[in-house]
């Protein structure tokens, strides 16, 4: 579960639309709406973050244990792998 997380990039495009990320599967004409800490996340992702980066960035700007940074962020990355939008 630590492996280095790679976002899709040749066939995926996103954009920020209000406080959420809207990201579009152009190969498969499928979208996903990314709110809330997932938008910190996924940003964090675009910058090339690895997964224990994520977990700090969870901590540091929701003041939760690392614990449940680390559980939130396998959900999020398991939420993008079932998505297919991770490489």
Do not use: W
Request: charged content about 30%; proline content about 1%.
């Amino acid at each position: 579960l630590h492996s280095f997380p790679t976002r899709r990039s040749s066939d995926l495009t996103s954009r920020r639309v209000g406080d959420e990320i809207v990201v579009l599967d152009l190969e498969k004409s499928k979208y996903l709406a990314v709110e809330g800490s997932g938008v910190l996340l996924f940003e964090a992702l675009r910058r090339g973050c690895e997964r224990d980066d994520l977990v700090a960035a969870l901590v540091a700007a929701f003041e939760v244990d690392e614990l449940t940074a680390s559980r939130d962020v396998d959900d999020f990355l398991g939420q993008l792998r079932s998505a297919n939008m991770l490489a």
